[in-house]
């Protein structure tokens, strides 16, 4: 199925133009706009995915926060036994 495609007029810097007019071929495209439609595509994808690494940072370390809070919760009462223990063991 044949997608749909409008006509968009853009203005590029010269040097730019030569460089689609050079590498459009050696991305194997048939022709400059499609080589421009890729490269769009290309950096929308990145832009997305730069949100994508922010939501996931902000995620992970929540994780770990709470993961390491946990354990240190865990390891506090460890100690507190084995100071109780000792405690115990000292007065006998």
Avoid: P
């Amino acid at each position: 199925m044949k997608t749909k495609h409008i006509r968009h007029s853009t203005w590029l810097n010269e040097s730019t133009a030569d460089k689609v007019k050079v590498l459009f071929k050696t991305d194997n495209c048939k022709n400059q706009s499609e080589f421009i439609e890729k490269a769009i595509l290309y950096y929308i994808g990145y832009l997305e995915s730069e949100r994508n690494v922010n939501y996931l940072s902000t995620t992970i370390m929540s994780s770990m926060r709470a993961a390491s809070d946990e354990n240190t919760t865990r390891l506090s009462r460890m100690f507190f036994k084995v100071a109780e223990e000792g405690d115990v063991k000292c007065r006998v």
